[in-house]
């Protein structure tokens, strides 16, 4: 295992050179197969091995490593927050492609008050739901490993101290951009957009001055495209601060998020989010709001009239994409001016009975032109769900949809398994008994979203009464 340099390579005003704090008698917490092999690793040799456990938990370094903290700005909640930066990552250097961060490892010129670690609970949450989305198919940094340790860290009460193992391509950000223009250093915006062009959008190279105009273009499509994904999927990242949102259109620091149980559109996940900015229904919004601070950002580049053009893109790309997901997910394969108003009386009827939403996504795929399946049972209110059948099967009549082909791919898009709330709690409270084997079990099933498990049939029920009461914060 080789590591390159990256990020590294730009000048020193965009890091600072930083070892990782060593973390005081590691142990490994749980270790994702399919990202190790990202990275060209044998993950159950990897788990075995102590030098791989020392790099993990920031304990030793490998040769070629040349670990650095980024420096990034933001907007969070909608105000201007100015530096920010990797308080507690430590990025080592990039191995096949991807960069190797270790998360909760200690301080950084970056920290502030802050105590440079990361606390097993939230590392628990980021590990599964990474691993979770991509499985979903939904871009996202990936999770090769949690290492635990008993060092106490101090949040609302005392818990233990953890790193993950992020990869991604790239950890750029929004803030990466606004950190520069905000402090008037045009040259160092520039530099950055030429170093992310180069690496990520080579494309691009040979367009001119209108490269940065391209970049804008990509981005602002990638980003509506992942939410659209998100709104699909019922995800609520719940801190889509500017800092939070990659340059690669990745799902990117997995803070306060939830999958919605119940559908309620003003879902907020965020029990720091007082206003509800953050809210389910509000992300497209939200989104493009981050668009248009990353366009700010690259003003310099770029002329103002072609880059609004650019940004009134993101809401036809949207929609186009979302109703897109909807149909799959309908499982009818053909257009019809009508589909907009059939989902949204269905999301209508969900809100108002308070139905689980994957649980009701995945049961369509059981109705026929003559039953009902386990659709119906979700909803209280009978006659309003069975006048909306006659008119979806009205629907699927009219493209002479075959029910077996139908079912077979409304379940590949429908997941039946995704990381409800509960099902994270109850393995971070197993892990905080030193009982790891629940994470990875959880990590197996979520691993296969799609597929059902008969033996893990637990893992798709909505949750218990006490599972609907959590609430989630920025403490981590």
């Known amino acids: 295992m080789r590591f390159a340099r990256g990020f590294s390579t730009l000048p020193g005003e965009f890091w600072e050179a930083r070892n990782p704090t060593p973390l005081p008698d590691p142990y490994l917490v749980a270790i ?5 092999k990202l990275v060209g690793l044998d993950p159950a040799l990897a788990a075995e091995d102590p030098q791989f456990l020392a790099i993990a938990a920031g304990n030793a370094l490998p040769p070629d490593a040349a670990p650095i903290a980024t420096v990034y700005a933001g907007h969070q909640f909608g105000s201007w927050a100015g530096r920010l930066g990797d308080g507690r990552a430590i990025l080592l250097g990039e191995v096949a492609g991807y960069e190797w961060q270790l998360k909760g490892s200690g301080l950084t010129a970056f920290s502030r008050w802050a105590d440079g670690r990361a606390v097993l609970r939230s590392t628990i949450r980021e590990f599964l739901c990474s691993e979770a989305m991509d499985a979903l198919g939904i871009p996202t940094t990936r999770a090769l490993c949690i290492v635990g340790s008993d060092e106490p860290v101090y949040r609302e009460q005392a818990e233990t101290a953890a790193v993950l193992t992020r990869l991604a391509p790239s950890h750029i950000r929004f803030g990466s951009f606004e950190m520069f223009h905000y402090g008037d250093r045009s040259d160092l915006v520039r530099t950055l957009a030429d170093y992310t062009i180069d690496r990520y959008y080579p494309h691009l ?4 001055g209108e490269k940065y105009l391209g970049l804008l273009r990509e981005v602002v499509a990638r980003t509506a495209r992942l939410v659209a994904q998100w709104q699909a999927a019922g995800f609520a990242h719940g801190v889509m601060n500017t800092d939070n949102m990659s340059i690669l259109g990745l799902t990117i620091d997995y803070g306060p998020f939830g999958f919605l149980d119940a ?6 996940c965020n ?12 992300q497209p919004t939200i989104a493009l709001w981050n668009c248009y601070a990353l366009a700010e950002a690259l003003g310099s580049l770029l002329d103002i009239d072609a880059a609004r053009a650019v940004l009134e893109g993101f809401e036809p790309i949207f929609q186009a994409a979302y109703l897109t997901l909807l149909r799959a997910k309908l499982g009818v394969q053909t257009e019809e001016e009508d589909d907009a108003l059939l989902l949204g009386d269905l999301h209508r009827l969900m809100e108002r009975d308070a139905a689980d939403y994957t649980g009701v996504w ?13 659709f119906s049972r979700w909803f209280r209110d009978r006659e309003a769900i069975t006048a909306w059948l006659e008119r979806y099967r009205a629907r699927l009549r009219r493209e002479a949809s075959d029910d077996a082909a139908r079912a077979h791919r409304m379940n590949s898009v429908n997941p039946k398994y995704v990381l409800r709330n509960y099902l994270a709690q109850t393995a971070i409270e197993a892990a905080q008994r030193k009982d790891f084997s629940e994470v990875s079990r959880l990590l197996a099933v979520l691993r296969h979203p799609f597929e059902d498990q008969p033996e893990n049939e637990a893992y798709a029920a909505p949750p218990p009464d006490w599972g609907r009461r959590l609430v989630v914060s920025c403490s981590s």
């Open 32 to 36: 994702s197969d399919d990202a190790a």
């Open 205 to 208: 190279r040979e367009s001119g």
């Open 263 to 268: 559908y309620d559109p003003a879902f907020v």
């Open 271 to 282: 029990h720091s989010d007082d206003f509800g900015r953050y809210a389910f229904d509000r």
């Open 362 to 374: 995945r049961s369509l795929s059981t109705v026929s032109q003559d039953g009902e399946g386990t």
